[in-house]
């Protein structure tokens, strides 16, 4: 499988495809509604689907605003139904936020794996290109998780603040458990901080708003700007990449 065909691949987790596990406030899992009369489980499932609606509307919404700044009122209109019936599902905007997030991560779970899979069978010259390659792909098709994190990591001066902050440190740490793992003799837990941590900063200016693009009066969503953001990220951490790489096995001789 060639480079452009690895990074291009579906992944898997993407947006829709990810099978809520229910939790939360009142709204059921369809799992609930077994055992219930046939009366009971369509108005389990409308529940249902009318908790997915709100988590949709709440997707878009905090993707676009900060936690503080967003409102109960905008989901609702973003959504098309009355406030009162996210109070119902979701008690408190807190309540809402946490399980957005608590959702995106369960979809990046998903992900993280194929990330770096068969990565340790690429030539190692090609490593960078595929793995920032998926990064992208990933980043672009589903473009709310990043719109979420860079508008709320902006906002705040304390992520504490932010319901369900937790899960930030989780998702970093995800990814960098992931890379050493992937390769354990090529690079030190600090060289995968530097890199992981330096590469997702970039991921949020990039691809987490659209503000470099009009910079550079480029169209965010054209396949031009998505090219000159992998050969911009590419040619940034190629170099780092092959040097930690020739250093741990000597495949590659170090770039200096």
Known sequence: MDEKTEHN???PGMKGSFKKKGGGAKGKPPSAAKGLSPKKRKAAAKGEV????ILKAARTVFSKHPYH????RMI???GGFDHPLIHYYFPTKADLFGEVAREMFEEFKETRDWLAEGLEKVDPLE??????????SRAFANLEPLGVLTQNLAQTSNIEEIPGYHYIPEV?????KSFVEKFPAWISEKEADQLIYSFTSLLFMYVGTSCQAQVMRMDFHSFEYREWVEETLVGMFRPHVEKALAMGKGKVQPVI
Request: charged letters at 25%; proline letters at 0%; aromatic letters at 6%.
């Open 172 to 176: 970093f740490g995800m990814v960098r």
């Open 50 to 53: 009318a908790r997915e609606k």
């Open 127 to 136: 490593i960078t290109g595929v793995f920032i390659g998926r990064a992208l």
């Open 76 to 78: 609702a209109r973003e």
């Open 69 to 72: 700044a967003a409102s109960i």
């Open 9 to 11: 691949a579906a992944a």
